[in-house]
């Protein structure tokens, strides 16, 4: 039913409204790489598991831009190869975790 | 509705020529415009021209493409401003002619700065845009040269080849991601940069044209039109020759 997507995807926006920076970059990570939120954790790290592949990275990192209306620098897209290093890098752009 | 309408493109060498032409045709189609070249006077009067027009949005940056943080900048600028372009024209191009035994490494350096770093450093810095719009397509500028060669031309040759390996491999990576990339290998075309030929290059470079005419940057800029536009929805990875069936 179309109307039901509708509130789903507008429950979930809401959802992100109240979600500290911790929970943000966790869904940005299960939305971009197609996971379960369960499987978001601090060992997640590039290539680890078949879905954070070198497309789905380029996803995840116009996904991170998105959800924290921030531009990522090349060399920060490249150093960006686990949860943990994402969010080291995040903190250059007064993200706060 | 024009075919462009409500898109934005962002053009590089778009003060003269090809770029010119393609910024035009652009907009007549209702496409907004980023536009990039090194001649800031050149390129306000092709922005004022265009916008007094065509009633279109047109942002210009001056912008050596060799200098790869002016580059940076002006994409960091347009993306500020949030203006994601779908489209990028990768057109800012030299052509310098020389044989192999003659040619200096600062020619050398010059013609894959342009050519091929340009429309590197260009596509890598306009995926931003294009992941954010879920889609996007790059239209490369090749040549002739690159598919078939010519003597006297082995470095832009190498240059052109180049890009078509670029568009190529680079279609095959963002295709999964509804980005297309496809390249246009214009022939023998009237503008600045083959004006320059000696008079005995250019009548030998005619007789060699199946069309027995000149190319016009129009009709390269009718092929990119068709690239930009939706009707090549399914097009990627190609490259198209605009040459009038010249033989070299």
Not at chain 2, 144 to 170: M, R
Request: aromatic fraction near 8%; include cysteine.
């Amino acid at each position: 039913m179309p109307e039901r997507n509708i509130i789903r995807t507008f429950a979930a926006e809401i959802d992100k409204i109240f979600m500290n920076n911790t929970e943000k970059l966790n869904h940005a990570f299960a939305e971009a790489l197609n996971v379960d939120i369960s499987a978001v954790n601090d060992d997640l790290k590039y290539q680890s598991i078949p879905q954070w592949d070198s497309i789905s990275h380029m996803v995840l990192i116009s996904t991170i831009d998105e959800t924290f209306n921030i531009s990522i620098e090349t060399d920060d897209v490249i150093g960006m190869n686990s949860l943990g290093k994402a969010k080291e890098i995040l903190k250059k752009y007064n993200i706060v975790f | 509705m024009g075919l462009l309408s409500g898109k934005t493109a962002l053009i590089t060498g778009a003060s003269r020529g090809i770029g010119k032409n393609i910024a035009e045709l652009f907009a007549q189609a209702g496409c907004n415009l980023v536009m990039i070249a090194r001649n800031a006077k050149q390129l306000a009067e092709v922005h004022n021209s265009l916008v007094d027009k065509y009633n279109i949005t047109s942002y210009t940056y001056e912008v050596d493409i060799r200098n790869v943080v002016s580059l940076k900048n002006a994409f960091q600028d347009i993306y500020e401003k949030k203006i994601f372009p779908e489209i990028l024209v990768n057109n800012a191009g030299v052509m310098i002619d020389s044989t192999l035994q003659m040619a200096k490494p600062d020619m050398i350096e010059d013609i894959f700065s342009v050519n091929v770093y340009g429309t590197i450093y260009s596509s890598q810095l306009a995926l931003k845009g294009f992941l954010r719009n879920r889609k996007g397509t790059i239209i490369n500028l090749s040549s002739i040269i690159g598919t078939n060669g010519n003597l006297g031309q082995s470095i832009y040759g190498a240059s052109k080849a180049a890009i078509i390996g670029f568009t190529k491999s680079l279609s095959k990576e963002l295709a999964p991601l509804n980005i297309r990339v496809n390249a246009i290998a214009p022939g023998f075309i009237d503008t600045d940069m083959t004006k320059g030929m000696n008079q005995k290059f250019h009548e030998k470079n005619l007789s060699s044209i199946g069309m027995r005419k000149i190319g016009q940057p129009e009709d390269v800029a009718k092929v990119a039109l068709f690239l930009a536009s939706d009707l090549s929805g399914y097009v990627t990875g190609q490259i198209i020759g605009v040459d009038g069936s010249m033989v070299i």
